[in-house]
């Protein structure tokens, strides 16, 4: 007998794909320890990882709302009530008290859907934002935002059967999990020109090239505020997308978990496809995603989130209930996230006014970072980047010189790889390639969040490596 | 378009079971909802939870310890440190400044596999217990154990073929996810007159069936100490079956979350399947999962563990990692909570006194109520109980009377299903009936938690409703 092998596993899962935490990050990741034990022979002192939406690691250092963490840290230690009374606002001491008479422990499994308190705080966050009635029984808490989507996938997807729009460029959960559960990828390009906007023609496209091949498409895939590139649906849109999916009988998955991060809301606001399809009397069944990873909140390795269903039958939500208790429950610190996400301090709360100040420095720093780095990438020959309107990051295109096409090609790689592991290699800057989202044939992009303090330096970092390596392979 | 319905969904994942939340629980649900609004009518005044091993939850009140608590929820706000210096013991306040500064903000995602130094800390704890060397690069920290076991079969299962040999009764987790993957069940049954013990020729029966059917078998499930059973495998069968692995090219599960829940340690100590492989020298690829959940730590609401694999290829561990890295990280509460496990005050550390006597009072309370719950239940007429020397469960199987089996047929439920429905329906007691475990056809039994406090009125309901239902449906 011998070790096991990749060879004896399931294929479907060899075929997944997971850049954001591919090659680059694993270099990365050895780089970092390199630094750690010392290496002083590499061109820079740390590595900064812009290849993840993950603003509180370490080197980015977005510091978490004092609100969430106080009440965290009580529903940890009850006890601890008696000490910090008189010394931290009463308002989270409240909240504190408030869940744990309705959750008791958080070390006990809660209901597979998630604690019930919590989930009517979410139908009235949802209510308060659409000004349409949510029902706690549609709401299951997630673990994170992804479980949820893995959740709806598996149970959409008859295995090399079932069709899933997604876009392209996308973030790589989709196809990642489409590749896991043998689901049928089918693609739609977003409009580079148009800001990245979603074209309707595209999808129909993909609909009609879905037919030829015998795939039957079953649920549509939108990004929005879109990953990786910032863009925002508008109104109009979003309802053209939602009369296309009842002409085609599409279940819509809105992945919304960007939808506090606007950079300019009054031109670019956010609307929630749950308000449009209720808008519309549509009958098309959704799916609404939300994190508590994003936003200002970034509370990542809480591992929090929701999903809403609309339009979804009593027996099928009967069904996400029974496979949602086969993983038992999602993990109370992120509920705990969930709850102080729809319900922050409001304007004559004592937490408030410092809630508010932290809010609003992480609001005004994502925007600032987002709008320098696309006017200084811009101004690079060779590079366009839309300036995003909102999510955390920028995907900008980049010209390659022929010769480095040539080497990449040689090392068998994908040219804005080469691009990305030479950027990470000199300056310590880790994006992901384009290739990890999908762009046309011939174009090169990367993605990289707008999370890195210092912004002057790194943009000038980026700019700096750039040019040198236009100039190493002999030019545009 | 119509709302979304069942019959629009993936198949196998209709297919999936999963008992410990199924009709009983949803029942149980019912009747708190209905206690909490005020119901007089119910002939009980709480329901009391033992269809799952859930320690912490309302009305079983098993504390949390200390230790895991106070540095958990000085990771959630480090300023608090100010605060408790010199009111909480030192070691608590030294453990959080050690994984603060390796983690950062618990609000950022860790390494997918999970921070390193808890892996390095797993590795230490699994090095002590077995004797021989573990590596941190072959630990995955995980969302509870059940995150572990489902990404295993995902990653082993090609669907529709891959064979997966599992103990009769089991802990339904099983079941429910290789019907999610589309994996072929091959049950094979453990001895319940030899106290559940395994039986080598029970499972090459199991293998020469699948060959018969065409299924080709990969891996092989144990259970140890054993859920629903609460038996615990002696090292000679350990070996034996290790032995059976090798011949048959199997992976070998060990799902091994019970290892610190052991009544009779000294006649019934327990061995890891990882000691008895390298004893062997045996080149079987071995998974072997354990959790925060269990134990005497309860801390299910975390969601936390972690799988070690042995005789894996790197190949293979890349792959694992590619996988876990699309769910991004586990919760970082939860990798806390496995710190804690696995490095528990020592017998010098200020904390060490509190952490003995909350440890020490749990274990005695499981198995005082254990113990007088069996030989409570086997005075009974038609019960027979094996009285567990380990986990947290007994399974009685129940004779029941002719006529109640007629009844359950007439209404379309298994006859135990019937049992346990009027169980809760009279006491307010939840179990899950063995139908949700397996069992041979014409055997009754159920699976019951020793979680309860109050065990002489619990069990004193047991026995009344016993003697009431075999009355009412005419005697045995």
Chains 1, 2 share one sequence.
């Not at 893995?150 to 990642?176: E, F, M, W």
């Not at 309707?200 to 496209?205: K, N, P, T, V």
Request: hydrophobic share 35%.
């Amino acid at each position: 007998m011998r070790p096991l092998l990749a060879e004896d596993l399931n294929p479907a899962v060899r075929n997944v794909q997971y850049a954001v935490r591919g090659e680059l990050a694993i270099k990365a990741e050895d780089l970092r320890l390199q630094l750690q034990s010392g290496n002083k022979d590499l061109p820079f002192l740390k590595v900064i990882s812009s290849n993840i939406g993950n603003p509180q690691q370490k080197g980015l250092d977005q510091p978490p709302l004092t609100f969430t963490r106080q009440v965290a840290a009580l529903m940890e230690y009850p006890p601890l009530a008696d000490l910090v009374q008189g010394k931290w606002p009463q308002d989270v001491i409240d909240r504190a008290k408030e869940l744990q008479e309705e959750i008791g422990s958080i070390g006990a499994y809660s209901h597979s859907k998630g604690v019930p308190l919590i989930r009517k705080s979410v139908a009235k966050f949802i209510e308060e934002r659409d000004g349409f009635p949510s029902d706690p029984e549609h709401i299951f808490l997630t673990t994170g935002a992804s479980a949820g989507v893995s959740l709806i996938l598996n149970v959409l997807i008859t295995p090399n059967v079932t069709g899933v729009l997604i876009p392209i460029p996308q973030y790589p959960l989709y196809t990642a999990t489409l590749a896991q559960f043998s689901g049928v990828a089918l693609p739609y390009h977003l409009s580079e020109p148009d800001g990245w906007s979603t074209s309707l023609d595209e999808i129909r496209s993909a609909l009609v090239k879905a037919e030829k091949d015998g795939v039957k498409p079953k649920a549509l895939v939108v990004i929005n505020p879109g990953n990786p590139t910032g863009a925002i649906l508008d109104k109009r849109t979003m309802e053209d997308v939602v009369r296309l999916c009842e002409e085609h009988s599409l279940v819509l998955l809105a992945d919304e978990v960007y939808q506090a991060n606007l950079h300019r809301p009054d031109t670019h606001p956010f609307h929630s496809f749950k308000q449009v399809v209720r808008e519309l009397q549509s009958p098309i069944p959704l799916f609404s995603f939300h994190s508590i990873s994003k936003g200002v909140k970034g509370e990542c390795g809480r591992r929090g989130g929701y999903f809403e269903c609309t339009n979804v039958s009593d027996e099928v939500r009967a069904l996400l209930y029974k496979m949602a208790s086969v993983t038992l429950c999602p993990p109370l610190s992120g509920q705990i996230g969930v709850d102080c996400l729809v319900r922050p301090p409001r304007p004559n709360d004592p937490s408030y006014p410092l809630w508010k100040e932290e809010t609003s420095t992480i609001h005004a720093a994502l925007r600032h970072r987002t709008q320098l780095m696309a006017s200084r990438l811009n101004a690079l020959p060779g590079v366009s980047c839309v300036d995003s309107p909102g999510a955390l990051y920028l995907y900008p295109k980049v010209e390659l010189p022929e010769k480095a096409v040539e080497e990449a090609k040689r090392l068998g790689k994908s040219p804005d790889t080469l691009y990305a592991l030479e950027l990470l290699d000199a300056t310590g800057i880790c994006v992901v390639p384009g290739s990890g989202f999908g762009q046309k044939d011939g174009e090169h992009h990367y993605r990289l969040t707008c999370l890195c303090p210092g912004v002057e330096e790194y943009v000038g970092a980026l700019e700096t490596f750039h040019k040198q390596f236009v100039q190493k392979y002999g030019g545009l």
